[in-house]
């Protein structure tokens, strides 16, 4: 192309350069403004789609708005029957309702608990009804609610088998890029549904549940499309159209078709869609936005859909102006290009003609030139250039003519010289010839040389590489030896290599390190002396099979020093199969066996563990009951006979208190966690533990508990755990030695640490065990004696709290265990006792409380009186509840100061309560206090850490309820956020 154009004249490539230069912009003018026109045009379709969406949504609630009023008439009318629980009447007026309003497909009254009273569609009742938290939500709020929810199959079928029938909807997928819901029809509908509570004075007794099924329904479709003329309404659910304005698209049924998958993936994730799309085969301006429910899912779309020719008008006659402008822009440009190139070719046409004339020989020519000599026309100076050009050709000429006639003489001279070399080059050519036969002679016995050479190389590399290939065998079986060796003696079991009459010809080193021999100590002993210590070989050894042992052996034996170990014995072959030595494996199994019987041990302790808990609770309600009752007794009665039997009986339930505590807190499972304690108290909660026991068993225990002795940064639960094994070791010690022993506890304070020593008059430890006594699984008891913890973890947890535990013995005497704990810094004691005096004075101070309103739940009826009695006297207003249902009655219907449950009851346990309060009043959370006897449970356990409410455990006295009920208010009463430190809490 672009070589034509240089092949054109110069007037043509005039016009068609003038012509690009001008038509090209305006070409690129008329693109941008077509382009800008469009942009204009598509920001109306958009604003004009969205316009149209929300009119579409206005009319979509209108249909619940007039559900909402029509039932929000109908209240009164049903308030007394709901009470009733009418069902006969509530029945009758929901017939009367739907004459009115047909168009209500469900009808449903509901209770304040959300049970089903009555329905339209079917005498089904008693059900809860709560349609994705809405009905919860309206009866909560007090308010009515509007909301397009999903009716499942099942909730359809509860309706009526024919209602549930008449919304299946067939899905008809006709092009592969449709959306593919994963289902041939469509079971579930979409309900536009509206919740009126219906209200009592200031109570909600229950409400009225309406609902229009959009299923098949083309009423709210249809009203749409009257407000938006020429629009096609649909709303569709899981990309599946159920209702339509258009029954029928290119000869098939609307319902039941499916939406593209692209328009899809954007209302799936739950932002509106504003685009084009097709419709038998006709574009249309699609806005669609997604239908959420009650919780914000996606459940369907609301789309509308208008033509686009009634758009794209003004887009062609903007189109069809730009494009006459741009032609008569074009033709302009010719007629002023065919005209400036006619001035210009002209002049130039006539130095093409004189150009001819110079080169066919004519040099006696010259172009005219007008202009004056310091003109600017191009033209003139390219006449003038053409005359002088011609004069200088004939000035050339004539030089080359002389040049001529000197070069034809050179060229003479030239060939006479060139025969000259000619000759000598004969000459010269021979001599070269006799040089190339010699040179043929020695290139062949060259060859000869080569040949032998590269076969003596061969042969070196073959040699070579034999060499290296023998060289890496003896390295790799050199590895492979020492390897072996590696392994052998690595073994921490003991391998001999016995020949067969029991001698040992070889041994790896682990047996020789553990009993510290040589190797000349070892070979060519006999196997059951060394190893046995037997003269000869016992009867149930592999020896006696015969000399041609042909299978692996395996039984267990015990050493000569009481090790129980296992044997493997393996025959070792020669090459014809006779039998030349014998392998032996032998493992040590003393502390496997002596591991396995401490886990059956604990395991033992884990079972008693949890036998105390069900004891404990079992009788925690029960001696709740006791002691609360005669404490106020106590308070009560002025007679000081009667006062001092109730203070007997007082004392005697508190002991049992005090047991079962001190049983439940050993018994539970907890990480360590450390915190400000008192070391004589756990050392007084251990010993009720033992006290019984030991006085049984003539046992006298004294102690010595320094009362300055300071608290201490400690774990009180593991520190129990080491005190109660050292009691333990004490007792079993001196009832070994025949009873009527002595058992001395003592505590003090020396340079910084708190010292515990405990001193039994047992039989002692023997010097040589003393040093091993917290080695792990060391004992000196047969298994099934002792608590199974060991002084190895004992050691352990002493050390974890930086302290040191350590025993001094007398074989015969008695054994003495010491135990010493860093002591905390004098200011977290300062703090401890602050905050222990803030507490007092709290309690004290009772005239500062003002009246308030308590909720006590227990199922246990002795409790729940004696909560109620002890709050009560207090001052303070008390409602009961039998049972967590009950409960959840009342905290509807009341606003509560603080809430006292306890956590395990029948139907609805405190757990569930707390889930309720949470969910109707989570104002009420931080009200609540919790009572029980099973802390122990891990379940339990997981509830309380991680609701963080506070609980006190059974059983209890009304001193620690009174306590915790000033403690709680104290910390600003009810609503407060605080997390309180409670007793057992």
């Known amino acids: 192309m672009i070589q034509k154009f240089k092949d054109t004249s110069l007037g043509t490539r005039f016009v068609l350069a003038f012509l690009i230069v001008v038509i090209v912009p305006m070409v690129l003018f008329a693109i941008f403004s077509e382009r800008l026109v469009a942009r204009k045009v598509h920001e109306e379709i958009e604003k004009a789609a969205s316009q149209n969406l929300e009119t579409a949504w206005l009319q979509y609630y209108v249909r619940a708005d007039q559900m909402k009023f029509g039932m929000l008439q109908a209240t009164e009318v049903v308030e007394r029957a709901i009470l009733k629980n009418d069902r006969h009447f509530l029945r009758e007026k929901m017939l009367i309702w739907k004459k009115t309003r047909p168009y209500v497909d469900v009808w449903v009254v509901v209770d304040r608990a959300g049970r089903v009273i009555a329905r339209l569609n079917s005498d089904k009742s008693g059900d809860f009804f709560e349609l994705n938290g809405v009905v919860g939500k309206a009866l909560s709020g007090r308010i009515p609610v509007i909301s397009s929810e999903i009716m499942t199959r099942e909730m359809l079928l509860i309706e009526g088998e024919g209602l549930a029938n008449d919304v ?368 000869e070989v016992i009867p149930e050894c592999d020896v006696n099979n015969g000399a041609n042992l042909e299978v692996s052996h395996r039984h267990q034996a015990t050493t000569k020093d009481n090790r129980i170990v296992e044997r493997y014995v393996f025959p070792v072959f020669d090459s014809r199969g006779h039998l030349v030595n014998r392998i032996e494996y032998i493992r040590d199994i003393t502390e496997e066996l002596r591991l396995r019987e401490q886990l059956f041990q604990a395991e033992k302790l884990s079972s008693l563990g949890e036998i105390l808990s069900g004891v404990a609770h079992e009788l925690n309600n029960p001696l709740t009951g006791v002691i609360g009752y005669c404490e106020l007794l106590l308070e009560a009665t002025k007679d000081d006979n009667l006062k001092g039997q109730l203070e007997k009986i007082n004392d005697a339930a508190l002991r049992c208190k005090k047991i079962i505590e001190n049983l439940l807190s050993f018994a539970r499972q907890h990480r360590i966690e450390k915190q400000f304690c008192d070391i004589n108290e756990i050392i007084k909660r251990t010993l009720d533990l033992k006290v019984y026991q030991l006085r049984i068993d003539n046992i006298d225990v004294l102690t010595d508990l320094d009362k300055h002795v300071p608290w201490t940064m400690a774990d009180p639960y593991t520190i129990q755990q080491v005190f109660l094994n050292i009691i333990n070791n004490a007792h079993l010690a001196m009832v070994e030695k025949g009873g009527h022993g002595r058992l001395y506890i003592k505590s003090e304070h020396i340079d910084g640490l708190i010292k515990i020593t405990f001193s039994d008059t047992g039989g002692g430890i023997p010097e040589a065990d003393l040093s091993k006594i917290f080695d792990p699984f060391f004992t000196t008891r047969e298994v099934g004696k002792g608590t199974g913890l060991g002084l190895s973890v004992s050691y352990g947890i002493i050390k974890e709290h930086n302290g040191n535990i350590y025993a001094a013995s007398e074989p015969g005497e008695g054994s003495s265990f010491f135990v010493e704990l860093p002591v905390v810094s004098p200011s977290a004691n300062a703090r401890a006792a602050a905050r222990e005096a803030r507490e007092t004075t709290a309690i004290n101070d009772e005239s500062r409380w003002t009246r308030r309103r308590i909720l006590i739940v227990d199922d246990e009826i002795t409790i729940l009186n004696l909560l109620k009695t002890i709050v009560e006297g207090m001052g303070h207003e008390v409602d009961t509840a039998i049972n967590a249902m009950a409960a959840v009655d009342k905290i509807r219907d009341k606003d509560y100061d603080l809430i006292i449950s306890d956590i395990k009851m029948p139907t609805m346990d405190g757990k569930g309560l707390y889930r309720v309060v949470h969910s109707l009043r989570p104002d009420l959370i931080n009200r609540l206090i919790f009572t029980t006897g099973d802390i122990v449970n891990p379940e339990t356990q997981r509830f309380l850490e991680e609701s963080k409410c506070n609980y006190i455990m059974k059983p209890f006295t009304p001193t620690e309820i009174k306590k915790i009920i000033r403690d709680f208010l104290a910390s600003g009463g009810a609503g407060s956020d605080a997390s309180q430190d409670f007793p057992g809490g």
Do not use: W
Not at 250 to 278: C, D, E, Q, W
Not at 331 to 340: C, D, L, N, P, R
Not at 445 to 466: C, H, M, P, R
């Open 168 to 535: 299946v909807i067939p899905i008809k997928k006709a092009q592969p890029d449709e959306y593919d819901p994963g289902h041939e029809s469509l079971k579930d509908a979409m309900m536009l549904t509206t919740v009126v509570p219906v209200m009592d004075k200031n109570s909600v007794v229950g409400a009225i549940i309406t609902g229009d099924i959009l299923n098949r329904d083309n009423f709210v479709p249809d009203t749409i499309a009257a407000k938006i003329p020429g629009a096609v309404v649909t709303i569709d659910m899981d990309g599946v159209r159920i209702s339509a304005t258009v029954p029928y698209d290119n000869g098939h049924k609307t319902i039941g078709t499916l939406l593209p998958a692209s328009v899809m993936a954007v209302l799936n994730s739950g932002k509106g869609y504003r685009g084009v799309t097709f419709m038998s085969g006709e574009k249309y301006i699609t806005a669609a936005d997604p239908v959420k429910d009650n919780k914000g899912d996606v459940i369907g779309n609301l789309s509308v859909r208008v033509p686009e020719t009634q758009f794209i008008t003004l887009h062609s006659d903007s189109r069809r102006n730009i494009l006459l402008a741009t032609v008569f822009g074009v033709i302009f440009a010719i007629g002023t290009a065919v005209f400036v190139t006619t001035r210009l070719s002209k002049p130039l046409g006539m130095l093409v003609q004189k150009s001819r004339e110079a080169a066919s020989g004519n040099l006696d020519i010259m172009v005219p030139v007008r202009a004056a000599e310091g003109t600017r026309d191009e033209v003139s100076i390219l006449a003038r250039s053409f005359n002088y050009m011609i004069s200088e050709i004939k000035e050339r000429n004539r030089e080359r003519e002389t040049h001529l006639s000197e070069l034809e003489k050179k060229t003479k001279d030239l060939y006479t010289l060139n025969e000259k070399l000619q000759a000598a080059n004969q000459e010269l050519e021979v001599s070269l010839e006799e040089a190339q036969s010699q040179q043929e002679e020695l290139q062949s016995a060259n060859e000869e040389l080569v040949i032998l050479n590269e076969e003596l190389e061969k042969k070196t590399n073959e040699l070579f590489d034999a060499n290296l290939k023998v060289k890496t065998e003896e390295e790799e079986l050199k590895q492979t030896r020492d390897k072996l060796r590696l392994i052998y003696d690595g073994i921490r079991d003991y391998i001999f290599l016995l020949d067969p009459s029991c001698t040992i010809v070889e041994v790896n080193k682990s047996f020789l390190n553990t009993y510290g021999l040589q190797e000349k100590d070892v070979i060519g002993k006999k196997c059951y002396d060394l190893v046995y210590g037997c003269n």
